[in-house]
Nanobody, 121 residues
Framework: QEQLVESGGGLVQPGGSLRLSCAAS????????MGWYRQAPGKQRELVVI???????TYLDSVKGRFTISRDNAKNTVYLQMNSLKPEDTAVYYC???????????????WGKGTLVTVSS
């Protein structure tokens, strides 16, 4: 069974940084694309960034220049480095893998538990 475990969240002050990790139970090379999503209280889940198997990335406009996605295929892990965090970045962050289309649409059946990021002074 697929398993994706997100970690690295926590409480951080505005302007601070966090690095999230997403560890997969099997090789992430089988995914044509992977993505980080977030869901703020009372809001729908949104795609933050997508990375394809060839390393191409697409970011949500509001995080461009602040967030960076990377992947370590040997460790079956995808990371999200978040800098210059803002209160509006507060959300539960999730990762997932699939086809480019499924990641773009967020239509996967399986979702991990996510990791909570709270940006507050």
């Amino acid at each position: 069974q697929e398993q994706l475990v997100e970690s690295g969240g926590g409480l951080v002050q505005p302007g601070g940084s966090l690095r999230l990790s997403c560890a997969a139970s099997r090789s992430i090379l089988r995914f044509p694309a992977m993505g980080w999503y977030r869901q703020a209280p009372g809001k729908q889940r949104e795609l933050v960034v997508i990375i394809t198997s060839d390393g191409s990335t697409t970011y949500l406009d509001s995080v461009k220049g602040r967030f960076t996605i990377s992947r370590d295929n040997a460790k079956n892990t995808v990371y999200l480095q978040m800098n210059s965090l803002k209160p509006e970045d507060t959300a539960v962050y999730y990762c997932n893998g699939g086809t480019y289309r499924s990641i773009w649409r967020g239509t996967m059946d399986y979702w991990g538990k996510g990791t909570l990021v709270t940006v507050s002074s």
